[in-house]
């Protein structure tokens, strides 16, 4: 589909008030193949028609995203996300517990499917996600297709939990932000691949791995490890700030930045705890928008506290490490 804006990006983009005006508004940018910035429960997506190569192809270009990478289609509901994947007992069981919310289904493509293939890098899979958000919701709803709406960042930078985010990473690049305040979660979504008897985690995020476990009643596997980019958020740099990472710092060196947790540095206007009672669900909500605060400070480096592995932890650990590692050529 032809966007009424034409190959070119627009010179501006707005940002309107998230209420029944900005989503009808952002419902006709959808349909004439522009892209639209929205909040979920998780981050802020950016957002196309999943069924349009050429929306879609708007999209990597905005970001500068690998174009093996695929993305997730959005949907309203598990019945939308039928017509477009083939479940297993485990994937529906899945659903069924955890949509909407923080989980994204890596499924084999259904008979029939309308998202198009450069939304799926080209597998015969399809990663879906029924957002919990009613934003997300009545804007998926009003476009009346799936929605390919990965994080709103440039591609391996810090995802965005606020509108300012959004437009600071793409000032005059995409058609429209939809500004719905701060999304509550912080962290994307945990992707699970259901493409084999035993379900793997691909990428920890915002539903805790034995809280899947629980509902499977058996372990999750862990990624292969080899083969073509499954999921969103697999690269080894992803997430990264300008500003390097130093992790489970017991103390901060000189001229750093100090991104705390439950209070092991020295306060100072260069620390931001992540949660000082140590609550993982706060520390998760708060990453992203720490990150993004200390890194526009411009420090060389950032000392990142220890932070444990359980439920959470899990999700944030795996963020940080990312952020840490050494940075793509791409």
């Keep these: 589909m032809k966007s009424e804006y034409g190959p070119a990006i627009l010179t501006s983009a707005r940002k309107i008030a998230a209420d029944a005006p900005g989503i009808a508004e952002a419902a006709r940018i959808l349909h004439h193949g522009g892209l639209v910035a929205f909040p979920t429960e998780t981050v802020y997506g950016l ?19 690998p174009k093996f990478n695929p993305l997730i289609a959005h949907v309203t509901c598990l019945e939308a996300a039928l017509e477009q994947g083939l479940f297993s007992a485990g994937a529906l069981r899945l659903a069924e517990a955890f949509w909407p919310g923080p989980l994204s289904l890596v499924v084999p493509l259904a008979p029939g499917a309308t998202v198009c293939a450069t939304s799926r890098a080209g597998q015969q899979n399809i990663a879906l ?6 934003v997300a919701l009545a804007v998926i709803s009003a476009a009346g297709r799936p929605l390919a709406a990965p994080s709103a960042n440039r591609s391996g930078r810090v995802s965005p939990v606020t509108a300012a985010h959004v437009a600071r990473d793409f000032a005059g690049e995409i058609d429209l932000i939809l500004d719905g305040g701060r999304c509550p979660v912080g962290l994307e979504s945990t992707i699970i691949a ?12 915002g539903i805790a791995r034995t809280d899947i476990e629980a509902v499977l009643g058996h372990a999750l596997g862990e990624p292969a490890g080899v083969g073509p980019v499954r999921s969103p958020g697999m690269s080894q740099s ?9 992790l489970a710092a017991a103390t901060r060196d000189k001229g750093e930045a100090g991104l705390d947790f439950g209070g092991i540095f020295a306060k100072d206007e260069n620390v931001m705890d992540l949660s000082p009672g140590r609550d993982l669900a706060e520390a998760a909500a708060n990453l992203f928008i720490f990150l993004r605060e200390l890194d526009a400070r411009k420090p060389a480096c950032i000392a990142v506290a220890p932070i444990p592995y359980e439920r959470l932890g899990e999700a944030i650990n795996d963020r940080l ?5 050494p940075r793509d050529a791409s």
Aim: glycine content about 2%; hydrophobic content about 45%.
């Design 194 to 205: 259901c493409l084999e008897e035993q379900p793997r985690l691909l990428r920890p995020g």
């Design 129 to 134: 996600r029924v957002p919990a958000h009613r």
């Design 47 to 65: 957002a196309a028609d999943a069924t349009s190569d050429a929306a879609v192809a708007r999209i990597y270009a905005a970001k500068a995203r």
């Design 321 to 325: 490490a990312r952020a840490a590692a």
């Design 238 to 246: 992803h997430y990264a700030p300008r500003a390097k990472l130093r």
